[in-house]
């Protein structure tokens, strides 16, 4: 029994590492979802923080590895040019306890 709840603890974890490893796609067609830029840390939906080592990928709370392939990514994004065409708006923050999200409503687009 223990064996079978430390499997699965295992399982359920490495999943969450995974959701928030991202790979930035070409075309907007290509992604999963659509992100904007903001100049301010207060326009934005959600602070993302790029981690420099994908085992430090947060599970959906901000904290970004951009993998090389498009394979190893759990979500697809595409950079759009003008905000009214984003499903999220971003801003990058310096330091990982910034990251995380204050538009909760928008969260599911990254499960």
Not at 37 to 48: G, I, N, P, R, T
Not at 55 to 60: D, E, L, M, V
Not at 87 to 104: C, L, P, R
Request: net charge positive; no cysteine.
């Amino acid at each position: 029994m223990k064996q079978i709840f430390f499997f699965l603890i295992i399982v359920v974890g490495s999943f969450a590492l995974r959701a928030q490893k991202v790979y930035t796609v070409k075309y907007e067609s290509q992604a999963n979802v659509k992100v904007y830029v903001v100049k301010y840390e207060s326009q934005a939906d959600l602070k993302v923080y790029k981690v420099k080592y994908e085992s430090q990928a947060g599970s959906n709370d901000g904290k970004w590895y951009f993998v090389d392939y498009e394979s190893q990514a759990k979500k697809k994004i595409y950079f759009v040019d003008y905000e009214s065409q984003a499903d999220v708006k971003i801003y990058f923050v310096d330091y990982e306890s910034q990251a995380g999200w204050k538009n909760t409503s928008k969260k599911h687009l990254f499960y």
